[in-house]
């Protein structure tokens, strides 16, 4: 059976005996609780299974996948397509644009008021003190990125971003230790986006994560993590993801980038910016 076409349980199980001891943890915990890996990052499930992420990706590719992300789409299609489009939450699917809106309007409020006010301005203080803003994601969240490049150059700050990777990872090799990426990815798992931090501190460059995974390679890497905490989101990563969650956070971000002079006076602006967005 092609490798795609085989079930990820049953591979797992198939390969148990060849696993080392702790690839067998992170097989057991997905056997155990395969519905909660896949909503998870790689680190997350690799703090689950108490383990390295570096074992769960070998684990991964011994199963004959090309890593985890891989694994988990296979895992998520087993599971059924409802995990891959269909509505996550706790609570009854929605049934109108009302309700969706009033639950996205629930995690913009939980968002804000887990943001870290000291960490936002830190964040801000470092793109208004940076000689280049490197604003850079791959895949579906590329625009956001190129949107916040656009807005922090009507600003006055110089900053650089692209669609193609290899673009931004070019021009952060450009770069000098003044500059700083800014770094936005749901997962805290692409690539190309931890490749990018990776170059910049080689060369000395701070940077700042906006992610949903707090704990994930994209988070350890970055100086700074602005936490987007969705708990019931619409559709799974694999899906139609919403990116207003970044969006909002970015406008806070940006507000106090514009207004250096009123962060350290008005630390409730935040949550009043972000509360902006309810019904």
């Keep these: ?13 198939e390969n148990y005996q060849q696993m080392f001891a702790a690839e067998k943890k992170v097989a057991d915990y997905i056997l155990a609780r395969p519905d909660q890996v896949v909503s998870a990052s790689v680190s997350e499930l690799a703090e689950f299974s108490g383990v390295s992420d570096a074992t769960v990706i070998r684990m991964c ?4 996948y090309q890593g985890f992300y891989q694994m988990k ?20 699917n929605p ?66 971003s692209a669609l193609v990777p290899e673009y931004f990872l070019s021009n952060i090799s450009l770069g000098t230790r003044r500059d700083v990426i800014v770094a936005v990815s749901h997962s805290g798992s692409s690539r190309q986006v931890i490749q990018a931090l990776e170059l910049g501190k080689e060369k000395g460059m701070k940077s700042i994560a906006i992610t949903g995974a707090s704990r994930s390679p994209v ?12 708990e019931d989101p619409l ?9 207003v969650y970044a ?16 962060g350290s006076k008005d630390v409730d602006r935040l949550e009043m910016l972000l509360a902006e967005y309810k019904l």
Excluded: W
């Excluded at 049934?95 to 301005?121: F, H, P, S, W």
């Design 247 to 262: 969006m909002a956070v970015i406008d806070a971000l940006l507000y106090f980038v514009a207004n250096a002079e009123r």
């Design 73 to 92: 789409i296979n895992l998520a299609r087993d599971l059924g397509q409802h995990q891959l489009v269909g509505y996550r939450g706790d609570q009854d």
């Design 235 to 243: 559709f799974s990563e694999f899906g139609a993801i919403s990116h």
């Design 95 to 160: 049934d109108t644009a009302k309700e969706i809106l009033q639950g996205i309007a629930r995690n913009l409020l939980n968002t804000a008021a887990r943001l870290d006010m000291n960490v936002v301005l830190s964040c801000a203080g470092l793109i208004r003190e940076s000689e280049t803003v490197h604003a850079v994601a791959v895949g579906n969240t590329s625009p956001v990125a190129i949107d916040l490049g656009f807005r922090l150059g009507r600003l006055g700050i110089r900053t650089s």
């Design 219 to 230: 988070s350890q890497i970055a100086d700074y993590t602005l936490y987007i905490p969705v």
């Design 1 to 13: 059976m092609d490798q795609e076409e085989a079930l990820v349980i049953d591979t797992i199980r």
């Design 61 to 64: 590719k011994h199963l004959g």
